[in-house]
C-alpha cells in the first residue's frame, strides 16, 4: 500500500523536573488516500501527542526525540521530522488540515468566520481578499452551514457547537490537502450533532480522497468511521488491524476489555477495567498493561514485548495471545 | 500493585510549599520581618541621635562616624534612616487598617444583603476608586491639617474600595455555597457561620489585599512626606529625607540615593509577597483571590 | 450598541454625582470653625465675614451644594479663596502643561509596555522574560519622584543633558518644549511601562495557551501572524483596563513629577493650594481630575466591545 502519511518509530519526549519523559514510544501508522485510520485509546494514551507530532505542533514542553513523519506528495516525500519550519507553515493548513476536540474554543473569538477561514485560504493559495472571502463562502455551504454567504460575517459566538465544528471542518479542508488529522472531532458534541458530522467527514473524504487519521477514545465512532483501527495504550500501539477484524476479533487484552467497556444492549451491567494506567514515569518494563491484564504470566515482565503478526493485515503486542483467544 | 496511602496534606501545608519555593518572596518576607524588627527596636538601635544636628558635618560623606554620611544639618543619615522606618510601618499599619475597617465590613454588607444596599455600596466604592488617590488624599490632609496621622488616614479612605471588593466577591461566592446552607440549615446562628466559614475562606485574599496595600500605602507616605503634606519636621521619614535632598543632590548624591532604595526594597518587599501568597493559594480556593 | 453607551454614560453621570457629593462634602469635614482653621486665630473679623459669604457658610448646605454643583455644570467651580482668582481659569492656565506631560508619559508607557510585554511572552521563560520580570516589579515599586531626583541629579548635575526644572510652551519653540518635557515624562512613564509590561506579558501568556492560538498555528500562519493579530487582540483587554486605569494613576503622579521639575501644571498648583487650604481650588481640581478619569475608563469599556465582538453583548 502507499500510504499518503506514515509515522515510523516516532518518540515524543516532555520535559519534566526529573528530565525528558518518553510518552509516546516508537509509535508506527500509516494512513493511504481515501483510508481512514481510527486511533483510539484512553486520555493520556499519546494518541493526541501523535497527531499534534505530525504538524509539530507540540510546544515547548514536548518534543520529537527520534523517528521518522512522511508525507508523499506529487513532489516527492518530505519528511516532516527534519523539514525546516518556514516549509513546515506551507503543510500546515495547506497540505495537512487538522480539526480538534474543543469546537467552543478552537475559533479566534475576535474575527468572524469567514474571515477565519479566507486567511487560511489567502495564505496557502494566494487569492486575493475577494476571491478568497467567496472561496470561504462556498467552503462553509459545502460543509453544511445554512445561508453560508450571511452567516459568515458572524463571530463565533454567534455559532452552536457542532455548527462551530462544521467551521473548523471548512477551515481545515480550505486549501484541499491531502491528510485530515481529526482529534476527537465529535467528543464535545450532542449525539444527534457527532453523527451529522462523522457523515460530513466521511463524505468529504470520499469526494476528495483525502487520508483521513481519526482520534477518538469512543469505540462506536471508531467503528463507525474507520478503515482500519489502531489501538493505543500508554503511549504504545498495541494491536492494528482493519475495522470489522479488530471488532469481530480482537486479539490484545486490552482490546478485549475496551471492548466488554462498550454498553451493549441486552447487558445491563457496564464492565470496567481494573486498576489504572501506569504513570509514564513507573511504566512497567515488560507489558505495559500486564498489571491490569487478567492473562498475565511471567513472560509477559521483564522485557519489552513487540508487535506480532496475527495476520497479514492484524498486529497485536501480546506474548500470550493463544491463551488469550482460548 | 501496591498503593501507598498518604495522608492528605492539609491545605496550609500545601500553600507554605507552594510558597517556600518561591525564593524571591522568602527573601522578601524576611525583608519584612527585618523592617518590623528595626521599627520596634528604632530607638535603641540608631548609632547615634536622629534629631542631633552637628553643623560641622554638614553634608559628610560616609566615614566611621557617619557611616551612611550626613545630611545637611548634620545629622546622622543612618539613624535617620532607622528611626524612620518606624514612622514608615507605623504609617502603613494605619493606613491598612483604617482602610480594612472600612472596606470589609462594608464589603461583607454588601456582598451579604445584596440588593439596594448592595447598589449603593459599590457605587461608593465605584467613586471613591474613580478619584485618583494621591489628589484625594491631598483634599483631605489640606482640611485635616498636615501630619502623618491625617495623611494616612486619607489613604486608608482611598484604598478601602479594594477591602470593600475582595470582601463583597467572598460574600457573594459564599453565599451560594451549599455548606452554608447545610450550616443554616441545621440551625446555625448566623455569627458563628460568618466565623467558623466565612472568615477562613477570605482569609488569603485578604492577605495579599493587606500586603498589596502596606505597600501602596509606604509609597503613599513617602509621596505625601516628599511634598511636606506627611511626616513634619524634624521627624525623620524617608520621603521626607528625599524631600531636603533635592537641594543638595549634587554634593551628596547619597542622601538621594539612600532613602529612595530604602522606599523601594520596603514596597517591593510587600508587592512580592502579597503575589507570592495569591500565587501559592490552591487552585481549590483561586476565584476568591 | 447604542443602548451599552447610553447604560455606561448613565453609570458615568451617576458617578460623577457622587463624586461631585464626596468632594463637596470635604468642606463639612474642616474640625472646628472652618473660618478659625483656615485664617488661624488673628484673623480680623472683615476676613471671618468674607471667608463666611465666600464659602456661603451662612446658608443652608442643601442651597450651597446645588450652587456649587449648578456652577460646576456651567464650568464656574467658584473663586480662590486667597486671590479672588476664579478656578476655572487658575486651571485652564496651567492644564496644558500638565496634559503635555500625562499625554506623552501615557503614549511613552503604553508603546514601551506593549513591546517589552509581547517580547517577554513570546520567549516566556527566557532571559528578557526573566528581566521583564525582575524589572516590572521594581519599575511598580519604585516611588517615580525618588526616579526623577536620580534623573535630576544624574543628568542634571553630572551631564548637563536636558534642563531639569522649569517649563517652555510649545509656542516658544518646539525644541525647548520637547526638552524640558524629557526628564518629566520619562520620569512618569516608568512606572507605567512596568505595570503596562507586566500585564502585557501575562495576559498574552495566558492568550498563547488557548485553543483558538493552536488552530491559528495548525493553519500554518506566521508566528508574527498568530501573535499580531491572533493571540494579541484578545490578549489587549486586560492590558486595556490597565492602561485605563494608568491614566488615573498618572494625573496623581504628575503631582510629584511636577514638584520635582517645578513644572507649573495642575499638580503644583494642587500642592499651593493644600498648603493655602484653599478649598474651592482643591475641589475645583479633583473634580476635574475625577471627569477626566471617569470619561476615560468609558472610552476603556467601549473599546472592548472592538476587541471582543462577545462583550458587546453583555
Not at chain 2, 536622629?50 to 543612618?78: C, I, M
Not at chain 2, 488617590?133 to 484604598?159: K, Q
Not at chain 3, 510652551?169 to 518644549?177: C, E
Not at chain 3, 484578545?234 to 486605569?245: E, F
Amino acid at each position: 500500500m502507499n500510504a499518503v502519511l506514515e509515522i515510523n518509530d516516532l518518540v515524543v519526549e516532555v520535559a519534566t523536573a526529573h528530565g525528558p519523559m518518553v510518552v509516546v514510544s516508537n509509535v508506527s501508522l500509516a494512513v493511504g488516500a481515501g483510508e481512514t485510520l481510527g486511533l483510539v485509546g484512553e486520555s493520556g494514551s499519546g494518541k493526541s501527542l501523535t497527531t499534534l507530532a505530525v504538524l509539530r505542533l507540540l510546544g515547548t514542553s514536548a518534543r520529537i526525540a527520534s523517528g521518522e513523519i512522511l508525507l508523499r506528495g506529487p513532489d516527492g516525500v518530505l519528511d516532516l521530522v527534519t523539514l525546516p519550519e518556514r516549509r513546515m507553515r506551507d503543510v500546515r493548513g495547506g497540505r495537512i488540515g487538522m480539526v480538534f476536540q474543543e469546537p467552543m474554543t478552537a475559533l479566534d473569538p475576535a474575527y468572524s468566520v469567514g474571515e477565519q477561514v479566507a486567511e487560511t485560504v489567502r495564505r496557502h493559495l494566494g487569492l486575493g481578499r475577494t476571491d478568497a472571502w467567496k472561496r470561504a463562502v462556498e467552503l462553509l455551504d459545502r460543509v453544511g452551514i445554512p445561508s453560508a454567504d450571511r452567516r459568515a460575517h458572524d463571530h463565533p459566538h454567534h455559532f452552536s457547537g457542532g455548527m462551530r465544528q462544521r467551521v473548523v471542518i471548512a477551515m481545515a479542508l480550505s486549501c484541499d490537502p491531502v491528510v485530515l488529522l481529526a482529534d476527537e472531532p465529535t467528543t464535545a458534541l450532542d449525539v444527534t450533532v457527532q453523527e451529522q458530522i462523522l457523515t460530513l467527514l466521511g463524505e468529504l473524504r470520499d469526494e476528495s480522497g483525502l487520508a483521513l487519521l481519526f482520534i477518538s477514545h469512543d469505540l462506536g465512532v471508531i467503528a463507525d468511521i474507520s478503515d482500519r483501527v489502531a489501538v493505543m495504550y500508554a503511549g504504545q500501539v498495541v494491536e492494528t488491524a482493519p475495522v470489522h477484524e479488530l471488532f469481530a476479533a480482537p486479539r490484545h487484552p486490552y482490546t478485549r476489555a475496551l471492548l466488554r467497556c462498550v454498553p451493549s444492549p441486552g447487558s445491563d451491567r457496564l464492565a470496567t477495567i481494573p486498576g489504572t494506567v501506569p504513570t509514564f514515569d513507573a511504566l512497567p518494563l515488560g507489558c505495559r498493561f500486564a498489571p491490569r491484564c487478567e492473562h498475565a504470566a511471567a513472560v509477559c515482565e521483564g522485557a519489552p514485548i513487540g508487535l506480532d503478526t496475527v495476520a497479514a493485515t492484524h498486529f497485536a503486542r501480546c506474548v500470550r495471545i493463544e491463551e488469550v483467544v482460548s | 500493585m501496591t498503593t501507598v496511602t498518604t495522608r492528605p496534606e492539609s491545605a496550609f501545608a500545601a500553600f507554605r510549599r507552594r510558597f517556600v519555593r518561591q525564593r524571591l518572596a522568602v527573601v522578601m518576607a524576611g525583608v519584612i520581618a527585618v523592617m518590623v524588627l528595626v521599627a520596634l527596636l528604632a530607638p535603641w538601635i540608631t548609632p547615634l541621635d536622629p534629631n542631633a544636628q552637628a553643623l560641622l558635618d554638614r553634608l559628610a560623606p560616609p566615614s566611621t562616624k557617619h557611616w551612611l554620611g550626613a545630611d545637611d544639618l548634620g545629622r546622622d543619615v543612618a539613624s535617620r534612616l532607622i528611626i524612620a522606618t518606624r514612622a514608615t510601618i507605623w504609617a502603613g499599619l494605619l493606613a491598612t487598617c483604617v482602610s480594612l475597617l472600612i472596606g470589609l465590613p462594608f464589603g461583607l454588607l454588601a456582598g451579604y444583603l445584596r440588593g439596594w444596599a448592595d447598589t449603593v455600596l459599590s457605587r461608593a466604592a465605584d467613586a471613591l476608586m474613580a478619584i485618583p488617590p494621591l489628589l484625594f488624599a491631598m483634599a483631605i490632609v489640606a482640611v485635616l491639617g498636615r501630619g502623618v496621622t491625617n495623611a494616612m488616614i486619607a489613604i486608608g479612605v482611598v484604598t478601602a474600595p479594594r477591602f470593600f471588593r475582595v470582601a463583597r466577591g467572598v460574600a457573594l461566592v459564599i453565599r451560594e455555597e451549599t455548606y452554608i446552607e447545610a450550616a443554616r440549615s441545621i440551625g446555625c446562628p448566623t455569627g458563628r457561620i460568618v466565623r467558623t466559614h466565612v472568615l477562613p475562606n477570605m482569609m488569603s485574599p485578604l492577605i495579599v489585599q493587606i500586603s498589596v496595600t502596606m505597600g501602596f500605602a509606604i509609597l503613599f507616605e513617602a509621596s505625601l512626606s516628599f511634598l511636606g503634606l506627611g511626616v513634619q519636621p524634624p521627624d525623620a521619614s524617608w520621603g521626607s529625607m528625599l524631600q531636603r535632598s533635592t537641594r543638595f543632590a549634587g554634593d551628596a548624591p547619597w542622601l538621594v540615593l539612600l532613602p529612595g532604595l530604602a522606599i523601594l526594597l520596603t514596597v517591593l518587599a510587600f508587592n512580592t509577597v502579597g503575589d507570592a501568597v495569591r500565587d501559592s493559594v490552591g487552585r481549590e480556593n483561586r476565584r476568591l483571590a | 450598541m447604542i443602548r451599552t453607551v447610553a447604560a455606561r454614560l448613565a453609570t458615568l453621570v451617576v458617578l460623577v454625582w457622587v463624586v461631585s457629593l464626596a468632594v463637596f462634602a470635604l468642606v463639612l469635614l474642616i474640625p472646628g470653625d472652618p473660618t478659625t482653621t483656615l485664617l488661624g486665630d488673628n484673623a480680623t473679623p472683615e476676613q471671618v465675614t468674607a471667608l463666611r459669604t465666600s464659602l456661603g457658610l451662612d446658608d443652608p448646605l442643601l442651597m450651597r451644594y446645588w450652587r456649587w454643583l449648578s456652577g460646576a455644570l456651567q464650568g464656574d467651580l467658584g473663586t480662590s479663596m486667597l486671590s479672588s482668582y476664579p478656578v476655572t481659569q487658575a486651571i485652564g492656565d496651567r492644564i496644558g502643561v500638565t496634559v503635555s506631560l500625562v499625554v506623552s508619559a501615557l503614549v511613552l508607557s503604553v508603546v514601551l509596555g506593549l513591546v517589552i510585554g509581547v517580547l517577554a511572552a513570546v520567549r516566556q521563560g527566557g532571559w528578557f522574560d526573566r528581566l521583564t520580570l525582575l524589572g516590572s516589579s521594581i519599575g511598580i515599586a519604585m516611588p517615580n519622584f525618588w526616579l526623577g531626583l536620580v534623573l535630576v541629579t544624574f543628568f542634571g548635575a553630572e551631564l548637563g543633558l536636558f534642563p531639569t526644572s522649569g517649563y517652555a510652551r510649545p509656542g516658544d519653540g518646539v525644541g525647548d518644549w520637547v526638552a524640558h518635557l524629557m526628564l518629566p515624562v520619562v520620569t512618569l512613564a516608568a512606572g507605567g511601562v512596568a505595570e503596562i509590561a507586566r500585564q502585557a506579558r501575562a495576559s498574552l501568556v495566558d492568550t498563547l495557551r488557548l485553543d483558538f492560538v493552536r488552530t491559528a498555528a495548525a493553519k500554518g500562519l506566521s508566528p508574527l501572524s498568530i501573535v499580531g493579530k491572533h493571540a494579541l487582540r484578545t490578549a489587549m483587554i486586560p492590558v486595556i483596563t490597565v492602561m485605563g486605569l494608568q491614566v488615573s494613576r498618572l494625573f496623581g503622579m504628575s503631582v510629584l513629577v511636577e514638584a520635582v521639575f517645578a513644572l507649573p501644571g495642575i499638580g503644583s498648583l494642587m500642592v499651593a493650594s493644600v498648603f493655602d487650604r484653599d478649598i474651592p481650588m482643591i475641589q475645583g481640581t479633583v473634580l476635574l481630575a475625577t471627569v477626566v478619569v471617569v470619561v476615560v475608563n468609558l472610552l476603556v469599556d467601549l473599546s472592548y466591545g472592538w476587541l471582543n465582538p462577545k462583550a458587546a453583548l453583555t
